[in-house]
């Protein structure tokens, strides 16, 4: 069964801000912190130290 990485993400999203319960200033910190990383001259440092 193929699940697009989006919805995935969705889902697991929802139900670890329902079953922990942050703050949403720290879901928002964290979403848009990853989103610039991922754009950034760390990007490959933190690629190749997922993919070992």
């Known amino acids: 069964m193929d699940v697009p990485l989006w919805l995935a993400l969705i889902v697991v999203g929802g139900l670890g801000i329902k079953l922990i319960r942050p703050p949403w200033w720290l879901v928002a910190v964290l979403l848009l ?15 190749s130290t997922i993919n070992k």
Do not use: Q, R, T
């Open 33 to 47: 912190g990853g989103y610039l990383l991922a754009d950034s001259l760390f990007a490959p440092l933190i690629d």
